[in-house]
């Protein structure tokens, strides 16, 4: 009886190690590496990028509409407009070992870019970059970022309700 308990203690324990080593998609990136970063184009734009590691696209524009609406509100702004969105598919060939091609997957043919008649809620909903398997990803959205009222309730987000929304929770 004593070894059975044993091997479960044993078990439970790898589990719960296991656990705490995986590392969230959601984080900063460290220098060229995977996770979010945001630079300032002018006063009222940002470009966010996210470079996430074997994830789908809905999981990764999420992730950077998320990472979009921290940014509008940590600089003191209320709602964001995607004004370019790019989807680039990472992946990892054989030949090339560790080596990583590009392969421009998407340019502006979101929805989140303004070009649709009704409000789509988030990503999902005409962004294809093939099969949409698991894969190395990486998203550059450009955002105008503005106060007061939603300028287009079509094209504008509220960053509060994003944040809200999308922001994970264990973050």
């Known amino acids: 009886m004593y070894p059975?308990?044993?091997?479960?203690?044993?078990?439970?324990?790898?589990?719960?190690?296991?656990?705490?080593?995986?590392?969230?998609?959601?984080?900063?990136?460290?220098?060229?590496?995977?996770?979010?970063?945001?630079?300032?184009?002018?006063d009222d734009r940002y470009q966010i990028i996210f470079k996430a590691r074997r994830t789908d696209s809905l999981t990764a524009q999420n992730f950077a509409l998320a990472r979009a609406a921290?940014?509008?509100?940590?600089?003191?702004?209320?709602w964001?407009?995607?004004?370019?969105?790019?989807?680039?598919?990472?992946?990892?060939?054989?030949?090339?070992?560790?080596?990583?091609?590009?392969?421009?997957?998407?340019?502006c043919d979101s929805p989140l870019c303004g070009n649709i008649?009704?409000?789509?809620?988030?990503?999902?909903?005409?962004?294809?970059?093939?099969?949409?398997?698991?894969?190395?990803l990486r998203i550059q959205m450009n955002i105008r970022v503005g106060s007061g009222a939603l300028p287009d309730p079509d094209y504008a987000y509220d960053a509060r309700q994003v944040k809200q929304d999308l922001v994970p929770k264990s973050k």
């Open 70 to 78: 921290e940014v509008t509100l940590a600089n003191g702004y209320d």
């Open 80 to 107: 964001f407009i995607v004004t370019d969105n790019q989807v680039t598919a990472i992946e990892n060939t054989p030949e090339q070992g560790d080596a990583y091609s590009l392969r421009a997957a998407g340019n």
């Open 117 to 136: 008649e009704t409000r789509r809620k988030y990503a999902g909903d005409g962004l294809n970059i093939g099969n949409d398997a698991r894969r190395d």
């Open 4 to 42: 059975f308990k044993s091997l479960l203690v044993l078990v439970a324990l790898c589990a719960v190690l296991a656990g705490c080593s995986t590392t969230s998609l959601y984080r900063p990136a460290v220098g060229d590496g995977y996770g979010y970063s945001e630079q300032q184009l002018a």
